[in-house]
């Protein structure tokens, strides 16, 4: 577990995958901080056509959820993938919100210059799955 650990956390972006109460899956990428067991991501200011994104729906109805990391290139003995499945709540004020802008601010330079509004999602990690052809 400690080398898909590693490789989540030296990841740029993954992609979350979450299921609504129709139990239509809907990925989205997104940049992401691991802190312990718990993952975080945040609405931030990148264009979207509106605030109320389906994943936040989405984890409001079902809160268990995906986060797919990979990588690829033709060498395919160094392909590997990371699956982090787990349970996510929103988090839209206090002292986990400013804890969460900070990791993310430390990771992704854009944050740093444009703090993400918010809200964040906490995934709280309950099961770690990898592959890699090495």
């Given amino acids: 577990m400690a080398e898909m650990r590693l490789r989540v956390d030296g990841a740029r972006v993954g992609r979350l995958a979450t299921s609504g109460p129709g139990g239509q899956p809907h990925i989205v990428p997104v940049c992401f901080a691991l802190d312990g067991e718990t993952i975080y991501f945040a609405v931030d200011a990148?264009?979207?056509?509106?605030?109320?994104?389906?994943?936040?729906?989405?984890?409001?109805?079902?809160?268990?959820?995906?986060?797919?990391?990979?990588?690829?290139?033709?060498?395919?003995?160094?392909?590997?993938?990371?699956?982090?499945?787990?349970?996510?709540?929103?988090?839209?004020?206090?002292?986990?919100?400013?804890?969460?802008?900070?990791?993310?601010?430390?990771?992704?330079?854009?944050?740093?210059?444009?703090r993400p509004a918010g809200p964040v999602v906490a995934v709280a990690v309950d099961r770690w799955t990898g592959w890699t052809g090495v």
């Fill in 46 to 114: 990148k264009p979207k056509r509106t605030r109320a994104l389906k994943r936040l729906g989405n984890i409001a109805s079902n809160p268990a959820v995906s986060l797919l990391v990979d990588h690829y290139e033709d060498d395919w003995a160094r392909l590997w993938w990371v699956r982090v499945d787990g349970h996510a709540r929103v988090i839209a004020e206090g002292a986990e919100l400013d804890k969460a802008i900070e990791l993310l601010a430390s990771r992704y330079a854009p944050y740093r210059s444009s």
